[in-house]
Every structure is written in C-alpha cells, then in structure tokens.
C-alpha cells in the first residue's frame, strides 16, 4: 500500500512487500508480508467490472457502509436521490444484515426489481467511488446490464442525480407496465444450443462466456423451458431475479422508459465499453432514451465485450459488486487462464467486507499502481499503518 519506496530487484521492475494485517495477529502478519515483483512494463492497466442483477444479497457490503466513511457517503449520495423510498431502502438493507431470509420489512423482498436495482447501483457506484479514491484511474470500465449505468457515472458521463433518475425510470416503467411475472435461468449450454428448446416469449437473455448463457421470460413459459432442458440433461440454475429482464416481455416497459430519459451526457473521463455492442460507448448513444430503454430488452452480450476488452492489452480487472459473478466469467477468458490477466473482487463474499477491500488495495500495490486512499478512507488510514 504505500510502506516505502519500492524496492528494486535484479534484471526487472521494483518488488513491493504487501501485507494485511488482522488485530489480533497484526504483527505476526506483517513479518509474514509477501515480496512481489513489479512487471518490468509496469503495472496492467485496471479496468472495472460492474454487475448488475442477480448478484445482489442480503446485507451485502453492509460492512463497509459501517465502517468505510467514502463509501457511505456515496451510497448516501444515491439513495438520497429517491427520497422517502431511499430510505425505506436503506433501512430494509441494513436490517436484513442481521435479519434471516430475504424478505424486507416493507414486505418487497431484495430480488425484486424494485429493491434489487436501486440498491445494486448505489453499492456499484460507491464500491467504484472507493477505489477511485484510491488515485486509481480505470483504463475501461464494462458492465452487465443495470452495471453499465453505473459504469457510465463513475466515468462522468452521467451525474449521480440523471443516472438515479434513469434507474428509478427503468424500475418504474417495470413497475407499472403489463409486464407479466418471470425470472431468469443461468444456463451450462451455447446459445445455439438452446435454441430448439426456446418457446413463447422466452429468450436468450445474456452471452455470458462458452456455454454460460442466461435466459428470461414469463415464469410459466420459463418454467416450461427449464423442464424441457432438464430432462435433456442440461445443467441450470435459477438466477436472483422475479422480472423476465431481456426478453421480449419486456417491451411494455421499454415503451415506457424511454420518454422518461432526461439526461445531458458529458464526455468520459474513462472508456466505456458497452455490453451490450461489444464497442466503447459512443456519444450519441449515451444520449439516446432508446438506447438505454431497450436495454431492458435486449440480450447482454457481456462474454465478447469482456473479449474485446482483453484484447486491447493485459489488464487488471477489478469486480465493483458483491460477489463474484463477473469473476467467474472472466477466469473462463483465455487471457485469464493463460494468466496474461488477472481478476480480483472488492467483494467475494464469505470474509470481512473491509479486510477483502484491503486485499485487493494490497493486490493494486503489488501490481505497482500507488495506492493512496484519501483521508477520509478508513481502509486507506488502516493500509497505511
């Protein structure tokens, strides 16, 4: 993090020691830091990943609205754009950190849009926010679905008042258009091979890597499809969502989004790339209500944006969400696997949500990047000591 100066190694870049150090063990942990070397090229860029629904669960990242004083103002700065809403959000956010089951207490359970949506960009956003308080500026930011709003307002495209009134838009339009019940399956086969099993308003959701594809419909067309390809033997799983997102049951909502768009897009300070073209977000698309309407439509074709993205140089990857979706489909990426790239996650669930924050501010040092949290970053005062 930032201990001293780096230290030079024969015949290539500097070596860094990197440790993380618990309370209780604080010392015994630092006398064990790892020394790594620096690439003599310099550190791989770092690009952010943002997910979007799905990824979502109780009393995530509840740790670090506590006791990460940047990355709750940022949350703030989001839920305070929905008002008396915001704040039943909130509220049903931190009580289900102590509460079991998934159910809030307004009675509208976390997988529902409604809540889901809302609460995921403010948790992208603020999760981004930190480690751009780090002094890391992204070579590219991608996102998966809800995600790539987030990523155009980390990058400046948006304001944090537009791209809320965007989500809260998307959400509403949702809401009160005759768009029936449905969901989302996570499935272990190509597209094309799901193709003769698909019917109705089922459809081909998201492209997330080989043979992981996500589909979305009505629940009793969805239900249907999900028999006809378990008893072909073919492996799925249910995904976290009560909306057929990015299936032609979605049109009502998008018919219905769209006029609700007012925002004034600034240039980038960083790419986006989008994910649903696969190309770096242009100018006119981020000013188009039809674009980002249909994007409650249309198939997410994350896996080959997430393609392109590698192949324009190794990177750094970073997931800005909770749990390690995206993670998961980037180890699948050649570049990955052949460990020319690597992926780490802000929050993979499982451990401490700051002591898994400072491992990959620990993973950003020893890659090179200055890491140099703000003072108003309570993981940066602790990485420092």
Wanted: glycine letters at 12%; charged letters at 15%.
């Amino acid at each position: 993090m930032r201990p001293g100066p780096p230290w030079r190694g024969r015949g290539g870049g500097p070596w860094r020691p990197a440790g993380v150090p618990t309370r209780a063990r604080a010392v015994e942990d630092v006398a064990a830091a790892a020394v790594h070397r620096v690439a003599a090229g310099g550190p791989r860029p770092v690009a952010l990943l943002l997910p979007g629904q799905g990824s979502q669960h109780p009393g995530m990242a509840v740790g670090l609205y506590r006791g990460e004083p940047v990355f709750r103002a940022a949350v703030e700065e989001v839920l305070g754009r929905w008002g008396a809403e915001g704040a039943a959000i909130r509220a049903d956010w931190l009580a289900t950190a102590t509460a079991a089951g998934t159910g809030t207490g307004t009675g509208v359970p976390i997988d529902d849009q409604r809540r889901a949506q809302p609460l995921l960009f403010a948790v992208d956003y603020a999760l981004g926010r930190l480690l751009l308080s780090w002094g890391i500026t992204p070579a590219e930011a991608l996102g998966h679905s809800a995600g790539e709003v987030a990523a155009a307002t980390l990058a400046g495209v948006f304001t944090v008042a537009e791209a809320a009134a965007l989500v809260r838009g998307r959400v509403r339009a949702a809401a009160i258009a005759s768009v029936p019940p449905g969901g989302m399956l996570a499935v272990f086969a190509s597209a094309d091979e799901l193709g003769p099993y698909l019917s109705g308003q089922v459809a081909v959701a998201a492209v997330n890597a080989a043979r992981r594809t996500m589909l979305a419909g009505p629940s009793a067309q969805l239900a249907a499809v999900a028999g006809r390809l378990t008893r072909a033997g073919v492996r799925l799983r249910p995904v976290a969502a009560t909306t057929p997102f990015h299936s032609p049951a979605m049109a009502p909502a998008v018919a219905a989004a769209e006029p609700a768009f007012a925002a004034t897009p600034r240039p980038a300070r960083f790419p986006v790339r989008s994910g649903y073209t696969g190309q770096l977000l242009t100018a006119r698309q981020a000013g188009s209500a039809r674009f980002w309407a249909r994007q409650l439509a249309d198939t997410v074709h994350f896996g080959p944006a997430l393609t392109a993205l590698l192949d324009g140089g190794d990177r750094l990857l970073v997931e800005c969400g909770p749990g390690r979706v995206l993670s998961h489909l980037a180890q699948r990426q050649h570049a990955v696997r052949a460990g020319r790239s690597t992926v780490v996650s802000l929050l993979p669930g499982g451990r401490c949500d700051r002591r898994a924050v400072l491992d990959v501010a620990a993973a950003l040092w020893c890659e090179g990047h200055d890491v140099l949290p703000g003072a108003g970053s309570a993981a940066g005062e602790h990485a420092r000591r």
